[in-house]
T-cell receptor, first 107, second 114 residues
Framework: QQPVQSPQAVILREGEDAVINCSSS?????VHWYRQKHGEAPVFLMI?????EQKGHEKISASFNEKKQQSSLYLTASQLSYSGTYFC????????FGKGTKLTVNP | NAGVTQTPKFRVLKTGQSMTLLCAQD?????MYWYRQDPGMGLRLIHY???????AKGEVPDGYNVSRLKKQNFLLGLESAAPSQTSVYFC?????????????FGPGTRLTVL
């Protein structure tokens, strides 16, 4: 079952913060976050695992509430390069992606 | 090190025609995936493979077939294309099981079915 992301879209000015949420109705082993820029392939940001372990490549923070089956991605002091669509993927057997949150960062 | 490559990048088909999309990875990954991406729908898993010679159905497998004859290649076939299969198709690979491993995506194939 597809996880639900909120908000669907957000517009920021450079330097502002944003939070993107992801929730699932299924018990989760992990939550993945990816970013996709227009016309490009999705790029891995982070995996959050049960028990608190995290794997990621960027200075982006996220949380995973296993009991609530929810994850949040925190984008602080946003930069123009943060613009794109963010997808969460929830793993309860197979990775299922949400519909995405479109983030626009303006100067 | 090319990562994940997809062939072709663009294709236009007429209804009823067939075609094969090729995905290749040079990272020695066991797992490979085919997704389709439609506006507002996110990425939906079509089929996947957990190793050479194995395939399994994803969320939206109808109308597609796949084969993994070599570890580095994963082929997606459309036997009789329909306009509903107009989409952007992404291939991805991962070292191990999806729960613990990041997926590396190819650049995508934009398919239009008239």
């Amino acid at each position: 079952q597809q996880p639900v992301q909120s908000p669907q879209a957000v517009i920021l000015r450079e330097g502002e913060d944003a939070v993107i949420n992801c929730s699932s109705s299924k018990a989760l082993y992990s939550v993945h976050w990816y970013r996709q820029k227009h016309g490009e392939a999705p790029v891995f940001l982070m995996i959050l695992l049960k028990g608190g372990e995290q794997k990621g490549h960027e200075k982006i923070s996220a949380s995973f509430n296993e009991k609530k089956q929810q994850s949040s991605l925190y984008l602080t002091a946003s930069q123009l390069s943060y613009s794109g669509t963010y997808f969460c993927g929830t793993e309860g057997g197979k990775l299922v992606f949400g519909k995405g949150t479109k983030l626009t960062v303006n100067p | 090190n090319a990562g994940v490559t997809q062939t072709p990048k663009f294709r236009v088909l007429k209804t009823g025609q067939s075609m094969t999309l090729l995905c290749a990875q040079d990272m020695n990954h066991e797992y490979m995936y085919w997704y389709r991406q439609d506006p507002g729908m996110g990425l939906r898993l079509i089929h996947y493979s957990v190793g050479e010679g194995t395939t399994a159905k994803g969320e939206v497998p109808d109308g597609y077939n796949v084969s993994r004859l070599k570890k580095q290649n994963f082929l997606l076939g459309l036997e009789s294309a329909a306009p509903s299969q107009t989409s952007v198709y992404f291939c991805a690979s991962s070292y191990g099981a999806g729960a613990y491993n990041e997926q590396f995506f190819g650049p995508g194939t934009r398919l239009t079915v008239l």
